[in-house]
């Protein structure tokens, strides 16, 4: 029910995307002027002076998606603080895949992100998202998630 992904087993029914990680240098510097800009304006939480996980690249094909979550959890995930997502692909490359953002548990209450290419959304790693399936055409994206040394509280 599942496919093995180098270190973890991914749930195909909770998400089905294909991805890749990658800790080049220069993307990571780019990201992490981003996420500190962000949080000095906005979060105001404590982050890590090291990085601790790789960069995401996400492809979507026709059918593939994410289902709601947080990037926030249990395990290994419980210092990640703040998550970042660059839009790679142009608008008009795809349809459905988008990435919605919601207030949980009301999940009437939601927003759904801009498309852009080259589009950069800061978020806080506790707040539930996904991205819908994809109808036609392919959908990147890259994401990465900045920690802090002690758990969110």
């Known amino acids: 029910k599942g496919l093995v992904n ?4 991914v749930d195909i029914s909770e998400r089905n995307v294909n ?4 800790t080049t240098n220069w993307i990571n510097a780019l990201l992490c002027g981003y996420i500190r800009y962000a949080n000095h ?3 105001h939480y404590d982050l890590s002076d090291w990085d601790k996980e790789a960069l995401q690249i996400s ?3 026709k059918g593939e998606f994410y289902k709601m979550h947080m990037d926030f959890g249990p395990d290994t995930h419980m210092t990640r603080k703040l998550s970042i997502t660059v839009q790679l692909s142009d608008e008009n490359d ?3 895949g988008d990435l919605i953002f919601y207030n ?8 759904t992100s801009v498309r852009g290419k080259g589009s950069i959304i800061v978020f806080d790693s506790r707040v539930h998202h996904e991205v819908t399936p994809v109808t036609k055409g392919v959908r990147y994206s ?8 002690e758990p969110l509280k």
């Open 19 to 22: 991805i890749q990680f990658s």
């Open 94 to 96: 795809y349809e459905g």
């Open 6 to 9: 180098k270190d973890f087993v």
């Open 41 to 43: 304006a906005n979060f």
């Open 59 to 61: 492809k979507y094909s």
């Open 104 to 111: 949980y548990p009301d999940e009437k209450q939601r927003v």
């Open 142 to 149: 890259l994401v990465k998630w900045y920690h802090g040394d």
